[in-house]
């Protein structure tokens, strides 16, 4: 079974410029989540999707970050402008549906530096 | 807000020595989750917890999860170099609903050959 893709792995930019992940679920799986994790710390949600609605999105600072999951298979994160906090690992991550006892399954990250 | 904090941070350890993280969370939980991350990794889903003072064992690994359901822990006996990794719990942002799980920071744990 194919595991969660996420592209690109890497990604250096300016600040104040735009950049966008992209991620693949495993198929079938209904729930699609955005983390941010930055270095020694846990991942932090940042956007939840059931399908192609979003559940959460509490936690996305959404002056600068949008998210969208079109046809409610793959996703994109997208930030513009760029900050140097923004800095961090961005982890995808599937479940067969939405409820607290699903297993997540994470994608292998993108690793975002802002200079 | 709900917290969810780990204890310690980084523990090192001789290989064969045993290490255990602890979890606690600050509300109630109706189930708790464990991750482990290993170095340049993604996490990976290692077991659920849902009942009160439930006790899960994956060969040696042993986690527990606590009678008033706000605290767990996760118990390694004899680490191998393996176990090398960061731990995370998580638990669910609201109790029994949805998704939204809340993490720890972590415990990372490196081990001495």
């Known amino acids: 079974e194919a595991g969660v893709a996420q592209s690109p792995r890497y990604k250096i930019i300016e600040k104040r410029q735009s950049v966008a992940f992209w991620c693949n679920p495993i198929?079938?799986?209904?729930?699609l989540y955005w983390y941010q994790q930055i270095l020694g710390q846990g991942p932090k949600l940042l956007i939840q999707?059931?399908?192609?609605?979003?559940?959460?999105d509490s936690q996305l600072p959404k002056d600068r970050f949008s998210a969208e999951r079109l046809k409610g298979v793959d996703s994109t994160l997208k930030i513009q402008p760029a900050k140097l906090e923004d800095s961090a690992v961005y982890l995808c991550a599937s479940s067969f549906s939405e409820g607290s006892y699903n297993e997540q399954f994470f994608g292998p990250g993108t690793r975002l530096t802002v200079l | 807000g709900q917290q969810v904090m780990q204890i310690p941070q980084y523990q090192h350890v001789q290989e064969g020595e045993d290490f255990t993280t602890y979890c606690n969370s600050s509300?109630?939980?109706?189930?708790i989750q464990w991750y482990k991350q290993r170095p340049g990794g993604h996490p990976v889903f290692l077991i659920q917890?849902?009942?009160?003072?439930e006790v899960k064992k994956q060969k040696r690994l042993t986690f527990q999860f606590g009678e008033a359901k706000k605290n767990s822990s996760l118990h390694i006996t004899a680490t191998q170099t393996t176990d090398v990794g960061t731990y995370f719990c998580?638990?669910?942002?609201?109790?029994?609903?949805?998704?939204?799980?809340?993490f720890g920071q972590g415990t990372e744990l490196s081990v001495k050959p």
């Open positions: 999707f059931q399908n192609n609605g979003v559940v959460d």
């Open positions: 509300t109630t939980l109706s189930n």
């Open positions: 198929s079938g799986h209904a729930t």
């Open positions: 998580a638990g669910p942002r609201i109790y029994n609903q949805g998704g939204k799980l809340i």
């Open positions: 917890l849902v009942k009160s003072g």
